[in-house]
């Protein structure tokens, strides 16, 4: 991407409002150099680490505190017998601290199926023993603790019982001497490294010694008595003894760090991720953006998108939406001046850089964008004096430039390209560079006042037009766009707003005339009709607001009934089948109970059921003849019937029953067949194990046709299901494991044999 696109569309300003969001240098060092990526697939994978961030940061509740920058402490590595000093050691354990934090919380959700969250945070190996030195070693504090060796540990006490020796001969030599007068303190200090007397000048001669300092006020002498030189000396020998031994440790802990530096310099850099996403999702909450859809086939489908720079600053930002449909690639918007045309191009542009740069941006749910790898753009005046060009001639150098890379992956933004010429001559250079765009098949978008190219857009295949819409009433504008019509420039309106004399707007109304070409009532006519369109679309919207949330609610409650009736004959069923099976009731009479269970579905099952099953007369059945059993969805050869009782014994794949002529349909046109879908229903027979296949569906989808199966299988009795979800990534199997572990009906589940299917197919055993 160009750097002079970048600059245009203003995308370092808004990668400085992202870096406002890091909490740490590092992290603000990261939002800077963000940058559209080329691939759609590693755009995809920027927008699924945010997305899985923003879960995980929602329901563990981590939060990042400032971390320092290590920029140049790595470096420092390299240089052979350097020893890393306590402040820097400490910082590294502050945080180490955090990166351990972050991989605790992150563990319980790593069977989610979290691949690129889990890369980020946890895909290195932990420095274990660099993180277990550093908190031996280290207080709360960043000093050395005493247990860091043996050695500092011996020395440092010796040094204590010599405080606690001096402390006890200055206490007798005060007593001894009656001297606690002279003194301005009645405790030892130290000075010079040495325990000293804090004595008054004026006793300075009184007692042998010797003087090492004297305090601000001259008032007070640091005096070391005779009797104190010895220990004072074993101190300073101690003291170099304790620098050595904390020498030690500081040379042992940077080796450390030495041998693990690859999982130290990973997790700091998680740390920076975790950032730079934390941050993202700042401004996601700041801007209420979210990500967008990005693939090679999606539409150009921007809906409700506010200029990011503008939502941060203007909450009540008018939204826009800025569409192509099917097959279409350019948009030319039309219309007054400060209605709003370089503003939607600047909000095409900026959110497609945000969104290649895995950036949530501002638009609503549904959006999309094609990858655009290159974005060039032709925005505003563009003449330059130093070099002799005027903007009309820098538009063109610009356009013989770049026009060899422009591809079925460009992305062309025109705002009043041809403007600075002739408006005949530079309408139709303007019609014919949007035509070598559609024959590359680039994507344009364009902003004009030229007659010829709004007429060029009505009529053009592959082209929408679009007019920016003012108030009929004020001439003010309303920020919205009209599509599949143009707008009148409205010059002269826009002239008197802003107080130009009154006797040149009527002498360039006269010329307007003379001249024939008026159109602004046409145009204002339209403008009108489209506002009056617009209003309508709004209020429909929210009428089907009302009706979608109303109807969300009626269907949370049927859900919530359906699954109460769901596990109550779940339950009764559960039961029959238990005394069956412990012999406390025989066969005829389960099967009795269980019809009953049944029987309690079939009222609302008639209902629902459409269209309605085929009337089966009794006269056609006859033996040797195939029906089809309602309950089951299962086709059997009827055997013989009961006139008596209207009964007919059919059998089902070698198990002979007898059942009630009304639970009889003609052979295949049971309308519980006819509804199942395609791979997601119970395939069983009598006799046979049901299968659901749930490959290439959606993790929400296979886990609910998932549960209906369970049901439906619990329901007729199996004693076991086989489940088809695939080998693939294993996300799949995941989630479909962890629905079985809660899943009431489920006794026990493993995956199938090799020959069998292997980890692509589980078999589950049911209670």
Known sequence: MEPRTLQLLEFPKVLKELSGFAVSEPGAAACLALHPLATAQAVQRQLTLLDQALRWVRESGFRLVPFPDFANFFPELDVAHRVLDLDALFALSLTLEQARHARDLLEPYQERGWDELVEAVAGAPWPQATWSGLRRCLDQDGRLKDESSPGLFSVRQEIRAIHQRCTKRVKDFVLSENISHYLQDDYITISSDRYVLPLKVNFKNRFPGIIHDYSQTGETCYFEPMFLVEINNTLQELKREERVEERKVLEYLTGLIRQERPGVVASYESLVQLDLLMAKARLAEATNA??????????ARLLKARHPLLALHSP???????????GQLALIVSGGNAGGKTVCLKTVGLIALMAFSGLPVPVAEGSSLPLWTDIFVVLGDEQSLEEHVSTFTAQIQYL??????????TLFLLDEFGAGTDPTQGAALAQAVIDGLLDRGAASFAATHFPALKAYALATERVRAASVLFDPGTKKPLYRLAYDQVGASIALDVAREHGLPRTILSRAEQYLLLDGSDTSAVLERLNSLAVKRERENDALAEERAVLRKKRDSLEARYEKERVKVLAEVRELAQGVLRE???ERIGRKQALKQLSEVRERLEPAAREDAAPEAPVLDWADIAPGGRVCYKAWS?????????ERKRQVKVDFSGVAMWVAFGELTQDGKS??????PSGGGVTAELGFT???DLRGQRADEALSALGQFLDASLL????GVEIVHGRGTGALRKEVHGYLRTAPGVASFTLANEDRGGDGMTEVTLK
Do not use: F, M, Y
């Open 580 to 582: 069956w099976k412990s």
């Open 400 to 409: 013989a430039r770049v026009w060899d890379r422009v591809n079925d992956t």
């Open 634 to 642: 299962k086709s059997g050869l009827v055997l013989e019937k009961d």
């Open 671 to 676: 309308p519980q067949a006819a509804q199942r």
């Open 290 to 299: 979210r990500a967008l859809d990005i693939g090679p086939d999606l539409p």
């Open 716 to 719: 007729r009795g199996a004693s």
């Open 316 to 326: 009540t930002t008018q939204p826009l939406d800025i569409k192509l449909q099917e």
């Open 690 to 692: 049901p299968r659901i």
